[in-house]
């Protein structure tokens, strides 16, 4: 892996051993996973997968992000102003037995 990434010009970067807070984004992705996934018992490989998926959609098109100034990791990749409902069709979004709940703004 060390060459990998030498060969393709990325510096590896790691946080002290028990320093959550030196990695805040993959803690607040985890604390949500961990939340949205709670309780929930997924009996075949294929079902977790779905679940991940729909956890995946959640999380970059649902989910407003405060470090982003209320925007999603897609409004932001794509660089599009923030979705309204008074600027697009808003359709209600549920997944994981009701765990994630929010709107997707259509254009």
């Avoid at 030196?22 to 018992?41: A, W, Y």
């Avoid at 923030?82 to 703004?105: K, R, W």
Wanted: proline share 5%.
């Amino acid at each position: 892996m060390k060459t990998t990434l030498y060969l393709l010009g990325i510096k590896q970067k790691t946080t002290d051993i028990a320093s959550p807070w030196q990695n805040g984004k993959i803690e607040r992705l985890f604390l949500t996973m961990k939340q949205s996934f709670q309780n929930l018992v997924f009996p075949t490989s294929q079902s977790l997968e779905i679940g991940l998926k729909e956890f995946r959609f959640f999380y970059n098109h649902i989910r407003p992000h405060q470090h982003l100034y209320g925007r999603t990791p897609s409004e932001v990749w794509t660089n599009k102003p923030m979705a309204t409902s008074q600027t697009h069709e808003a359709l209600y979004f549920t997944a994981l037995c009701g765990n994630v709940v929010g709107f997707y703004y259509r254009e």
